[in-house]
């Protein structure tokens, strides 16, 4: 286990401080992507880790962006584990080394540390509960991470008073409801917190328990194969959208065009907030049209801008893969991108990869209709649950990867990711990588993704850009990341 290998690679600050530059990934995945349960069982061993090395954590060197990702993991540990002492020391040491936090977790800050009685809890309701929704809009990829912290505020309360003073935890309840039915903080205020927060736990750990069981199911959100459809080629046909993209130009533009048209008239900011930021996993058809209507200009922008570095599609055996590939709003870019460049080119499969159905449907028809030749396959799967079978590759042919709004993602193993790509796409690869710049701790997780591939001899980095809001078109941001590698 991770928590084994800090503990015996933190003697000193140099041995963790290599630890740490060796092994970012890896430690990533076990304490943020890991599952709540699993973390849960490993609750004392972090205690005790955390305590008994903190004055190697205060030596290291916090202008290495690396060591300020491992504090923001062990403070997002201790904040979901309920751990005061822990969170507490690492808090004020992000504070003194000028480490830049996440609104989530200066919210968690305020019922964490500082408190002295419930009437603290409850004077703090509305700076919490903006704090949270600031982190919503500007940062976090996940709604549930919010809720789960939502819960966790409560959860507090209720632990330390409902056993002897319950008239303070129904009040505090009550409090926190009548806040959450303001406008600003709607998405917050879910069926699921509304129920939990109006019901009357007469036994004090039937109560505890109920709480653990949905703070749990925020932060265990796991597929099964059942979940996936396991056809080989899934693609939408015979739909009114697909008869109307028939009429249309094969352009970016033209696509986006044609949804603006079908969506103003249902235009709805319940679809809208349905999408969480652009991260949920889609359902339904208006979601589909929500998505492309509010971020696609965005991202063919942004994909259109990065694929303009790319001076070596001087082959005509290139296999695509677009990793969550959404709509396929990476792969019609790039076939728009080749079709304008003067020299032919031509495209020998396009993979799409893509844990929503109906999503992945139309994916395939986006890109049906911008190449009625390429071999399309699909796969029905979220970044986890692939494997190397899942794939059918050749060394001789250039593997262009599309990794769009993905990688800076916390729902998925990094490490497995990567292991994948190094055992299943053996050759000439190049990697397109375009994200929104959020903050420091998602950009570095897409510069680990990067650095895993920097030992081959052959890398190249081919474009490098962080641009955050006003340094780039209109008020949007980008992460670009564009290099090539042979993988032997």
């Known amino acids: ?34 599952s709540h349960n699993k973390l849960t069982q490993q609750r004392q061993a972090f205690e005790r880790f955390i305590l008994s ?19 923001y993991v062990l403070l997002n540990v201790s904040e979901r584990l309920g751990m005061h002492s822990q969170f507490e020391q ?6 003194r080394e000028n480490v830049e936090l996440t609104n989530r977790l200066e919210a968690a800050s305020a ?31 996940s709604l549930n991470e919010l809720l789960a912290t939502l819960l966790h505020f409560y959860l507090e ?27 600003e903080y709607e998405v917050l205020n879910t069926s699921e917190v509304q129920s939990l927060l109006k019901a009357s736990f007469l036994d004090y750990n039937f109560g505890y328990s109920r709480i653990i069981t949905i703070l749990d199911s925020y932060l265990d959100i796991m597929y099964s194969p059942e979940d996936f459809n396991q056809s080989h080629f899934l693609i939408e046909s015979e739909t009114d959208y697909a008869k109307a993209l028939e009429g249309i130009e094969v352009e970016c533009s033209s696509l986006y065009d044609l949804v603006y048209e079908l969506y103003v008239g249902i235009k709805d900011d319940s679809i809208y907030r349905s999408l969480e930021r652009g991260v949920k996993v889609l359902t339904y058809e208006q979601q589909l049209l929500a998505y492309l209507f509010s971020y696609g200009r965005m991202h063919f922008a942004k994909l259109h801008a990065a694929l ?27 076939l728009e991108d080749i079709k304008n460049k003067p020299q032919y080119i031509a495209i020998n499969s396009v993979t799409l990869i893509e844990p929503s159905e109906i999503a992945l449907k139309r994916a395939a028809l986006h890109t049906r209709k911008f190449d009625e030749r390429t071999r399309i396959r699909t796969i029905n ?34 490490s497995k990711l990567i292991e994948n790509i190094k055992l299943g796409f053996k050759g000439e690869n190049i990697f397109v990588c375009v994200s929104p710049y959020i903050n420091e701790y998602k950009t570095q997780r897409v510069d680990d993704f990067v650095e895993a591939f920097e030992k081959y001899p052959s890398f190249q980095l081919i474009e490098k850009q962080n641009q955050k809001p006003g340094q780039w078109e209109k008020r949007w941001t980008r992460v670009v990341r564009v290099f090539s590698v042979t993988i032997r």
Do not use: P
């Open 53 to 71: 090395k903190y004055r190697v954590f205060q030596l290291l060197d916090y202008s290495d962006q690396k060591n300020k990702s491992f504090l």
């Open 1 to 34: 286990m991770m928590i084994n290998k800090l503990n015996n690679s933190s003697s000193n600050q140099q041995e963790l401080q290599g630890f740490i530059e060796q092994n970012s990934i890896e430690i990533y995945d076990s304490l943020i992507v890991q």
């Open 157 to 183: 309360v209720y632990k330390n008073f409902a056993d002897y003073n319950y008239q303070a935890v129904h009040d505090f309840s009550d409090l926190l409801l009548s806040s959450l039915k303001k406008e």
């Open 90 to 95: 690492l808090y004020f040491l992000a504070k």
């Open 381 to 414: 799967k979220d970044l986890d649950s692939i494997k190397t079978e899942d794939f059918i590759t050749q060394t001789y042919t250039l593997k262009v990867h599309l990794f769009s709004n993905i990688l800076d993602i916390d729902l998925f193993s990094m």
């Open 111 to 141: 019922f964490l540390t500082n408190i002295i009685e419930v009437n603290d809890y409850s004077s703090r309701i509305d700076s919490i509960l903006s704090l949270l929704i600031s982190s919503y809009l500007n940062e976090e990829n």
């Open 308 to 334: 303009q570095c790319i001076d070596r599609f001087d082959s005509n055996n290139i296999d695509v893969i677009d990793w969550g590939c959404g709509q396929a709003l990476a792969t019609i870019s790039l």
